[in-house]
């Protein structure tokens, strides 16, 4: 059995399938503990007895050996009798732990601190965070009073802050100014002496275009530091003040208050002039000062993260905005200018879309019958978009109502549009991974041909997921190659979110990859999802592409309290609770599993609820998931996702045939 020590909190031990090992009274911990701050060396017995009583009792050897024995029997329930213990071993006059590096959080956690170090920003951010995330208290929680334990504790608690700036320093370099700002008040009010804590929240104020406030956050540490400790602000604290109250040009004031005329370089200057042209030229109330917006708006919307997200937001009030003007066609316009290419089948605010697609139906009966067909085109194509991973009938016919319209005009930037909107309503069934990589590949050629890069970006990575699904990864691999070039020709960074979890799916995919390094992949790709504005595809993620990954190896699922399923937790559910031995509400828990919704993980939902009808012998649910999985025999269940797999349909498939009884 692999033990995992935890001391960034309470001391504690997990066997390897994530449950806490019962470590006895509090001097059991002790002893661990003590031989954990040991790293490796010996500990002699008198010297932890020492440490583990002030005053130490008659017996008190005895005890230790106790102690000791019955950690080894906790460590190691399956070792035979009188066999040698490999983990807490004796040696000379006391005892040692022998863990492996990656087997204590506070080994690994250092370890992640040094290579961020000389990590990229990008790199410095998905370490860290995943690093802070084991933080579960203090280091060595129950053992602050324990002067064996002070100096380790201390120096966990100083390399902890250390990152926690180091990771603020890493978002703002990224350009995430905002995003610091509430980690770092909190840091800052907890740890208040840190004068480089104060120098980070100042700079990320003042880039995140907050002058003021990051002025009075320097005065703030000034009376602090003078009035409690009677010091005056440090140089760099005394620098940045002056540099903000200068706007130097090395603090990016391109990324805070807006620019001057000569400021942010040929295109800073061009862009100052003609917002400046444009506001003495066009009445501020005017419809085309909407319509203008609105493609302001689709182009913050490829830049991700918080462009994404604000452009999400403004669009609903653009729209609203354009029906209280009393004219349809201008609603409509409005609607169908935001045709911002879409890949995942789940929305990021199921309330926002459904109220884009009831605004989207009333305009579309509201139209005059001479409104030029593109315009009602572009409104069926969001009613498409917009409704997909619902059960809705309306989403599939106004799809193909707008292809129909698009090809009929002739106009390659409709048929774009229409062509993602048929994309998102390709779900009605498993086995259509081929259908999808004939509609990329046309989407690929419609783009190339009319200089439409972002819908060239997405006909590949449908592509991507499309191979995947049946198996190609060479395929796979070269459209993840030109969707990763044409991202940094035309600067469209959440292609790189999606590439990088392919990457993490294909090296799962192999079947030969250690579980641990597969993990870590997933992991890694995880970490680019913080601050990309896409809740639809983040939320649950992690821990279901992890599941997966154990089901494909035959492993038992995860079984941390912790984990946020999201979306996806009833269909986990059920192989959670078998991981837990808990057949019965397993069996129960499968009943009430609902029918997956008809998007990019419906393989793999049935493929998760299939393995756990097997294991609980529900033969109804077995039949089911055999039905609806049939049609997908040729392809990888999940990896039409292009984000992750549970191995070959066809092995499913052959599970539940022989639990069926059947022919394979």
């Known amino acids: 059995m692999r033990v995992v020590f935890g001391v960034l909190g309470p001391v504690t031990a997990w066997d390897d399938a994530g449950d806490a090992i019962a470590l006895k ?20 017995v008198s010297r932890l007895v020492e440490d583990l009583w002030v005053d130490p009792p008659p017996g008190a050897v005895g005890a230790v050996r106790t102690f ?18 490999r983990s807490l071993v004796t040696e000379g006059p006391g005892y040692a732990l022998r863990a492996e590096p990656e087997a204590v959080d506070a080994w690994r956690f250092e370890r992640a601190v040094a290579a961020a170090a000389t990590a990229a920003p990008g790199d410095v951010i998905v370490r860290l965070d995943e690093a802070l995330a084991w933080w579960r208290g203090p280091a060595y929680a129950e053992f602050d009073d324990a002067a064996w334990a002070r100096g380790e504790r201390s120096r966990l608690a100083e390399l902890r802050l250390y990152a926690v700036e180091r990771k603020a320093e890493a978002r703002l370099a990224l350009g995430f100014a905002a995003r610091a700002v509430p980690d770092l008040d909190a840091h800052v009010a907890e740890h208040p002496w840190r004068e480089d804590a ?3 929240l100042a700079l990320a104020l003042y880039r995140a275009g907050r002058q003021g406030d990051a002025l009075a956050v320097l005065r703030r540490a000034r009376v602090l530091l003078v009035e409690e400790l009677g010091l005056d602000p440090g140089p760099g604290l005394r620098r940045l003040e002056a540099d903000i109250l200068g706007q130097a040009d090395h603090l990016d004031p391109g990324s ?3 620019p001057g005329p000569d400021s942010g370089g040929p295109a800073g ?31 913050l919307a490829v830049t991700g993260g918080g462009g994404l997200q604000a452009a999400r937001e403004h669009r609903v009030a653009a729209i609203t905005a354009a029906q209280e003007m009393g004219d349809a066609e201008l609603t409509a316009r409005v609607i169908g200018a935001y045709d911002v290419p879409a890949l995942w089948t789940r929305v990021d605010d199921p309330r926002q879309a459904e109220r884009v697609v009831t605004v989207a139906e009333r305009t579309l009966a509201d139209l005059r ?6 315009v009602r085109a572009r409104l069926l194509a969001t009613v498409a978009l917009e409704s997909r991973g619902t059960r809705s009938a309306r989403g599939p016919q106004a799809a193909r109502q707008a292809e129909r319209i698009a090809r009929g005009l002739d106009d390659p930037v409709l048929l774009a549009f229409a062509l993602n909107a048929v994309f998102m309503q ?4 498993a086995g259509l991974a081929p259908a999808r990589d004939r509609l990329g590949a046309e989407l690929i050629a419609v783009s190339a041909r009319h200089s439409l890069a972002t819908f060239e970006v997405l006909g590949h990575l449908i592509r991507l997921q499309a191979c995947a699904a049946l198996a190609d990864f060479p395929g796979a691999d ?6 990763d070039r044409l991202a940094e020709r035309h600067e469209l960074p959440l292609v790189h979110v999606f590439t990088r979890w392919y990457a993490a799916l294909r090296l799962a995919a192999t079947g030969r990859t250690p579980v641990a390094e597969a993990e870590r992949a997933y992991r890694d790709a995880a970490a680019l999802l913080d601050g990309a504005g896409m809740p639809g595809l983040e939320r649950g993620l992690l821990p279901l592409a992890l599941l997966s990954l154990r089901v494909q190896r035959e492993l038992p699922a995860q079984t941390n309290t912790r984990l946020d399923w999201g979306p996806y937790e009833p269909w986990a559910r059920p192989l959670v609770l078998l991981a837990r031995r808990r057949r019965a509400e397993a069996a129960a828990a499968l009943r009430t599993v609902p029918d997956p919704p008809h998007d990019l993980l419906f393989e793999a939902m049935w493929c998760l609820t299939a393995r756990a009808a097997i294991a609980v012998g529900d033969r109804k649910v077995m039949g089911r998931a055999r039905s609806e999985l049939m049609p997908a025999a040729a392809e990888l269940a999940g990896a039409g996702s292009g984000l992750l797999t549970l191995g070959p349909v066809a092995g499913h498939l052959t599970a539940l045939a022989r639990a069926l009884g059947r022919a394979v």
């Open 478 to 483: 070269r459209h993840a190659t030109a969707a």
């Open 369 to 374: 019958p001479d409104a030029h067909p593109a």
């Open 426 to 429: 390709t779900f009605e069934r």
């Open 68 to 85: 000791v024995a019955a950690l080894r029997r906790a460590l190691e329930p399956q070792r035979p009798p009188r066999a040698p213990a």
């Open 25 to 44: 009274g509090p001097r059991h911990r002790a002893v661990l503990a003590r031989l954990i701050v040991a790293r490796g060396r010996v500990v002699p």
């Open 198 to 200: 104060w120098r980070l």
């Open 256 to 258: 805070g208050p807006a």
């Open 269 to 299: 200057r061009v862009w100052a002039q003609a917002a400046a042209a444009y506001d003495r030229s066009v009445a501020s109330g005017s419809r085309a000062r909407l319509e203008a917006t609105m493609g302001l708006l689709r182009n």
